[in-house]
T-cell receptor
Framework: ETGVTQSPTHLIKTRGQQVTLRCSSQSGHNTVSWYQQALGQGPQFIFQYYREEENGRGNFPPRFSGLQFPNYSSELNVNALELDDSALYLC?????????????FGPGTRLTVL | AQSVTQLDSQVPVFEEAPVELRCNYSSSVSVYLFWYVQYPNQGLQLLLK??????LVKGINGFEAEFNKSQTSFHLRKPSVHISDTAEYFC?????????????FGAGTRLFVKA
């Protein structure tokens, strides 16, 4: 079984630009969560998708949006990039049978905003 | 509202010494508890989890944690650390809701094992 994959691994953008990050969930997992991890901090919950619908959102502005596709892969879109958006973005997948919400994490995408 | 506090931002320890990484949480409902490890430039890997049952949980790489409901703690321990245990460790609490769950992470504890 393949694990969670994310692309790209690194990305450099300038302020005001838009970015799309991608995530392929682990086989059999229909729930995908996105996290932002700033340098020296713990992951902060952005939002979660379950069966292509947003199912919970953290304290992030609307310029952070997402999609989940029928194959349960997911995208995170960030519009009007700000310097503070520079961070490691982590995707995690889970299946409904995973009691307690055990998640499997991808390696992350490192976004740098200049 | 849930919250997670990791009481130490950094823990230096000598190789083969025991270590304890502290975690306290607050929640008004039942939660599930996790410890994850993050090596440099990598994602998070699950070390262990507490869902129910025995309060002493054993995980990978010789780590264990004890759930203490009265003290709302979930401290991580290892009796003898190795250089390779140097990494960032995150405590997390998860609350299950309709169709999914919400997970809150602590700020992390950097474990630095010295030779």
């Amino acid at each position: 079984e393949t694990g969670v994959t994310q692309s790209p691994t690194h990305l450099i953008k300038t302020r005001g630009q838009q970015v799309t990050l991608r995530c392929s969930s682990q086989s059999g997992h229909n729930t995908v969560s996105w996290y932002q991890q700033a340098l020296g901090q713990g992951p902060q919950f952005i939002f979660q998708y379950y069966r292509e619908e947003e199912n919970g959102r953290g304290n992030f502005p609307p310029r952070f949006s997402g999609l989940q596709f029928p194959n349960y892969s997911s995208e995170l879109n960030v519009n009007a990039l700000e310097l503070d958006d520079s961070a490691l973005y982590l995707c995690a997948s889970s299946s409904p049978g995973r009691e307690g919400g055990e998640q499997f994490f991808g390696p992350g995408t490192r976004l740098t905003v200049l | 509202a849930q919250s997670v506090t990791q009481l130490d931002s950094q823990v230096p320890v000598f190789e083969e010494a025991p270590v304890e990484l502290r975690c306290n949480y607050s929640s008004s409902v039942s939660v599930y508890l996790f410890w994850y490890v993050q090596y440099p430039n990598q994602g998070l890997q699950l070390l262990l989890k507490y869902l129910s049952g025995s309060t002493l949980v054993k995980g990978i790489n010789g780590f264990e944690a004890e759930f203490n409901k009265s003290q709302t703690s979930f401290h991580l321990r290892k009796p003898s650390v190795h250089i390779s245990d140097t990494a960032e460790y995150f405590c997390a609490v998860s609350q299950v809701n309709t169709g999914g769950f919400k997970t809150i992470f602590g700020a992390g504890t950097r474990l630095f094992v010295k030779a």
